[in-house]
């Protein structure tokens, strides 16, 4: 069965802290995979990942795929309060079905 | 339309009511989706359109579920006989084309609590 698992479900780190999240995943027919972030509200798209150690980078943000050990990382430096979300990461089953895990909280104290 | 947008974003039901859950996705978005978010769980995927076609259901959990897209723009999720379980925050997201592999855009939710 496809299944994806995020470490740790929870975190906390202070301002300024460097964080690493991660994601293992078991997939039959592997496309990509995808990290968002989740508020209080809708999630909101990061990196989309296909090509195992190639990172993708946004600001403090980066990510990348290792298609050989089936993990996923994403790196936060320099954390910010703003920062605190839970953060879901998830692959393609099919076309266009995602499969998420279960998401890593993170918290970051001023 | 800017983003996503669900309504309505809190919805309080007795055990055994109907409620009607709606999506209103990205003007022009082909590919519509829904999603069930338990506490502390990822959202897990209830089922998909193209268009108006509904493509997937496999994740609809029982036939008290029921989600419709009559012209392939706004979308209903309606659960009849509600249940405590059916307890959980539904995610409507879209995507620009039926190509494979599109980011989705997601909307709020509706936050649902079955009484």
């Known amino acids: 069965e496809d299944k994806v698992v995020q470490s740790p479900l929870s975190l906390v780190v202070h301002e300024g802290d460097t964080v690493t999240l991660n994601c293992s995943y078991e997939v039959t027919n592997f496309r990509s995979l995808l990290w968002y972030k989740q508020e209080k509200k809708a999630p909101t798209f990061l990196f989309m990942l296909t090509s195992s150690g190639i990172e993708k980078k946004s600001g403090r943000l980066s990510s990348i795929l290792d298609k050989k050990e089936l993990f996923s990382i994403l790196n936060i430096t320099a954390t910010q309060t703003g920062d605190s979300a839970i953060y879901l990461c998830?692959?393609?089953?099919?076309?266009?079905?995602?499969?998420f895990g279960q998401g890593t909280r993170l918290t970051i104290n001023p | 339309g800017a983003g996503v947008s669900q309504s309505p974003r809190y919805k309080v039901a007795k055990r055994g009511q109907d409620v009607a859950l709606r999506c209103d996705p990205i003007s022009g978005h082909v590919s519509l989706f829904w999603y069930q978010q338990a506490l502390g769980q990822g959202p897990e995927f209830l089922t998909y359109?193209?268009?108006?076609?509904?493509?997937?259901k496999s994740g609809l959990p029982s036939d008290r579920f029921f989600a419709e897209r009559p012209e392939g723009s706004v979308s209903t999720l309606k659960i009849q006989r509600t249940q405590q379980e059916d307890s959980a925050v539904y995610l409507c997201?879209?995507?620009?084309?039926?190509?494979?592999?599109?980011?989705?855009?997601f909307g709020p939710g509706t936050r649902l609590t079955v009484l």
């Open positions: 998830a692959f393609y089953q099919g076309a266009q079905k995602l499969v």
């Open positions: 997201a879209s995507s620009a084309s039926g190509r494979v592999y599109n980011e989705q855009f």
């Open positions: 359109f193209q268009n108006e076609a509904q493509l997937d």
